[in-house]
C-alpha cells in the first residue's frame, strides 16, 4: 500500500514538472536564435535585432539598473540608446507595463556602471567584483519607473518579465544565477534606496 502511494506520488511529481522542464528546453532553443523571435510571456521591442550569438560579445554578468524616471520613460530611453549605442545607458531597457526595449546591439558596449568600485562588502562578498564586474563584461538591464519615490518596487508587470527575460539572457550567455548583480552591490549608488537589488535577489532565487 505505501508503495503504491509513492508511486502515485513520484507519477504525479513528474507529470507536473514535464511541462515545465518542455518550457525550459524551448525557451532555451529560442534564447540561442536570431533575428526578432518572439518569446512566450515577453513583449519585446526590438530597436536592434539578435545576430549570431556566437559573434556577440562573451558576456560573463548581468548588472541591472534603476532609472529615476517617470512611467513610460523606458521607451524614450531606448530609443536615444539605439541611436547612440555606447552613451550611458544599457543594452535592454523594461517599461512598467513589462514591455521590453532590446536597444543596442549585442556586440557593442553602452556606457553603464562605475567600474565595480565597491569593496566594503555591504551586500555582498567584493571581493570578485571589485573592478571585475564591469561594462566590458557585463550586460545591463534598466526598469524604468521608480519616480519621484526612488524606493517604489518594480511593478507585477515588470516582475513577470523580468522572470522569463533573465531566463532567457542567462541561457543566451551561459550566464550563471551568481553572476547576475544588483548596481547598488557592485557600484556606490544612491544612498535613499538599493538600486536593483529586490529584482536581482529574485533572478538568484529562481535560478536556484
Known sequence: MMM??????LLAALFLTAPA???DAELAKLARASGT???PGLKIVWLAPWGDVRNARAWRNIIVHQTEGPAGSARGGAQAQAKNPTRRGVTIWVETDGTVYWAVAENLVPTHGDGANRNDNKYIDNRPTY???VRDNSIGVEFAGNYPDVTAAPTEAQVAAWKILVKVLRARYD????RVYAHN???YKD???C???TLTTLAREWGE
Open 195 to 197: 538600486e536593483g537589488c
Open 4 to 9: 503504491s502511494r509513492l508511486l502515485a506520488f
Open 21 to 23: 522542464v518542455a518550457a
Open 175 to 178: 550566464i550563471p544565477a551568481g
Open 131 to 133: 573592478r571585475q564586474v
Open 185 to 187: 552591490w557592485i557600484d
Open 37 to 39: 523571435p518572439d518569446i
Open 191 to 193: 544612498a535613499r534606496y
